[in-house]
């Protein structure tokens, strides 16, 4: 079970609203809860991955993402599912997108196939025209990130930020400090430090986070992420899945 992140939601509304459209769906959120819980597909306990999968929508709402209304679709056909595995139901919902839990494994394993064929393509594309082609900074673990790179999706960087802010609430416990009011500042102005902080090196995802800002600061910085991305001025980048990520300029 994750720990829960605690955010003050008045504290986010009207900062920035991402459009997740150019972002991975339900089924990716799935698939990458799967993975990070070292899951078997075909094994699938509904309940653990309900409850984490509406912590992670609640958690989308409290940055103020715009959360489609498939994802809601998702929460609410997982809910059925769940209620499946206690109760039982005499008749069959056909307008869930998934009739019983064997139809959610079918279609989610035969869509781990397609994106992992698409990974496949795109990873061959982006080493012929070396888009990737940077040496690593000479801090990272990662020996051969430049030879071995996968995109990070919105739930990769989502679950890096939260351990972001789960570190800063911990660090704010343990050192009883305060945090210093400081004048707002907007996610344009923020995607701007974030590009002069690039050069021909990737940075970890978590440099771009000071351990000193604010949490309204914090997740400013986390949506100018995004919102860089979808207008591809950078990419988030990983040697493998759930490794650490690391954000990378584009050429113009």
Known sequence: MQNSVEINDSQVKSVYAIKL?????????LLHLIQ???????????????????????????????????FLVMAATLLYLKSQSILPVLEVDDQKPFKDREDLVRQLLAYKQFKEAAQALDYHAAKREKIYGRSVHPD??????????????????????????????????DDHYEEIQEEPITVEEKMEIVQRKLSDEPINFNELFSEFASKIEQIVTFLAIL???????????QSGHLEDIYIVRLDA
């Open 21 to 29: 459209d150019f972002f991975e769906g339900p089924l990716d959120l």
């Open 140 to 173: 990272t673990d990662s020996s051969d990130l430049s030879d071995v790179q996968i995109k990070a999706t919105l739930f990769d960087l989502l679950s890096a930020f939260k351990q972001v802010i789960e570190r800063s609430e911990f660090a704010a416990d």
């Open 227 to 237: 919102e860089l991305i979808r207008l591809q001025r950078i990419s988030a980048v």
């Open 36 to 70: 990070k819980n070292e899951m078997e597909i075909t094994d699938i306990p509904i309940a653990e991955i309900t409850e984490q999968y509406l912590e992670y929508l609640n958690f989308m709402e409290l940055l103020d993402l715009d959360v489609a209304s498939d």
